[in-house]
Nanobody, 123 residues
Framework: QGQLVESGGGLVQPGGSLRLSCAASRFTYNNYAIGWFRQAPGKEREGVSCISTLGDSTYYADSVKGRFTISRDNAKNTVYLQMNSLKPEDTAVYYC????????????????WGQGTQVTVSS
């Protein structure tokens, strides 16, 4: 079965930056779009961003456009989420997930999921 492992979370002040990494193994990574999702305390899981199989198409939730950037290094089987100008409302557990071929908005479309990494934005 496929495996995804997130890293790079932590505590950061408002306006600060973090870079999350998602390392993939045990599946045909290059055939999968990779999405980032997050779940804040007391809220439903929401889609944040997604990148296509070749990295030539990217998608962002309105709440993070202009602040977050997704990228992938297919030689390393790794996807990154650069998060700038962080706000307290960005506080959540962040998950990466893989979907065969295409980016999709709904979490239910994704086949493989990581364990998540905590991001806390606070003074």
């Amino acid at each position: 079965q496929g495996q995804l492992v997130e890293s790079g979370g932590g505590l950061v002040q408002p306006g600060g930056s973090l870079r999350l990494s998602c390392a993939a193994s045990r599946f045909t990574y290059n055939n999968y779009a990779i999405g980032w999702f997050r779940q804040a305390p007391g809220k439903e899981r929401e889609g944040v961003s997604c990148i296509s199989t070749l990295g030539d198409s990217t998608y962002y939730a309105d709440s993070v456009k202009g602040r977050f950037t997704i990228s992938r290094d297919n030689a390393k089987n790794t996807v990154y989420l650069q998060m700038n100008s962080l706000k307290p409302e960005d506080t959540a557990v962040y998950y990466c997930a893989a979907n065969f071929h295409r980016c999709r908005a709904q979490a239910t479309e994704y086949v493989y999921w990581g364990q998540g990494t905590q991001v806390t934005v606070s003074s």
